[in-house]
């Protein structure tokens, strides 16, 4: 037999454990690094992702509400003017405020006329028209729509219906913290004779386009001359989507200026102008 040579017992030198275990360190350090940073990205992504889709949501039902606001069925006789220019403080069958919310109003037809739960509602008893109350709930940081009815020619709704939440409450993946309204107004008063106008009144005459935005206040009792709706929601994502807080460019739905907001939350302002679509039109003498 051959003796073995005391060398070949050797373990690792003391340099040599320092050295393996600091490549091992740096390695790890590597990898964990990648391994935040594409958890930080998919967060990121994932609060882009979910605040686009509610934004989406949001602009196109109250862009579908606004378009079918003094929807009229198309076999209704109306009786008289007073019906299609009720007194205030709603002067139009179509829309209205009350300085913080928009009330629309609009008679159900089958499918061509929608509820705020998205149902299709029909004409109801003694030629009723459904209406529409939507506001921002600031408490629980969320837009609401709430139904009621009025009667033909009415100026106030009646008993309000059960609210529901059209965009935030329970179980979604964004808040709203503003929600701004300004209203199309049409100010012309001569339109040139034989094009095809609008009829605000009996007697006021427009051309149907918006020639200044106005707040509820500046609107007045004047709403028969309101022809769009300029709609601004603010929101944030419920989770937070930055580990600090994080200086972001958010735009004002108050005065349209853009400002610098910290926070850890996603913020994105979300805008959407919609014209009304069944205004009362006829030829200009």
Do not use: H
Not at 47 to 71: C, H, N, P, W
Not at 207 to 227: E, F, H, I, M, P
């Amino acid at each position: 037999m051959f003796a073995q040579s005391p060398n070949s017992q050797r373990g690792f030198s003391l340099i040599e454990l320092m050295v393996g275990g600091t490549v091992g360190m740096v390695m790890l350090f590597a990898v964990s690094a990648v391994f935040l940073s594409s958890q930080r990205a998919s967060r990121q992504q994932r609060a882009q992702s979910e605040i686009a889709e509610e934004g989406r949501y949001a602009l196109d039902t109250l862009k579908r509400f606004v378009m079918q606001a003094g929807y009229r069925q198309p076999d209704l006789n109306i009786p008289s003017a007073t019906a299609i220019f009720p007194p205030a403080p709603l002067n139009s069958e179509a829309i209205g405020s009350t300085g913080s919310d928009l009330i629309l109003r609009f008679q159900g037809y089958g499918s061509l006329a929608y509820g705020c739960d998205g149902a299709a509602i029909n004409l109801g008893t003694g030629n009723d028209w459904n209406q529409m109350s939507i506001a921002l709930d600031s408490a629980n940081k969320k837009i609401t729509c709430t139904p009621s009815s009025v009667a033909t020619g009415g100026a106030t709704g009646g008993a309000a219906g059960t609210a529901v939440d059209l965009v935030g409450g329970t179980d979604s993946a964004v808040k709203v913290t503003a929600f701004e309204l300004q209203f199309g107004y049409d100010d012309t008063t001569n339109p040139s004779k034989y094009d095809v106008g609008c009829m605000y009144s009996s007697t006021i005459q427009g051309d149907c386009l918006a020639d200044s935005y106005k707040t509820a206040a500046q609107v007045g009792s004047n709403w028969n001359r309101v022809v769009a709706v300029r709609v601004c929601l603010k929101m944030e994502t419920v989770k937070d989507a930055f580990e600090v807080s994080t200086a972001q460019k958010v735009l004002s739905c108050t005065d349209g200026s853009i400002a610098s907001q910290n926070s850890k939350k996603l913020i994105r302002t979300f805008t959407t102008t919609s014209s009304l679509r069944n205004l009362v039109r006829a030829k200009m003498e």
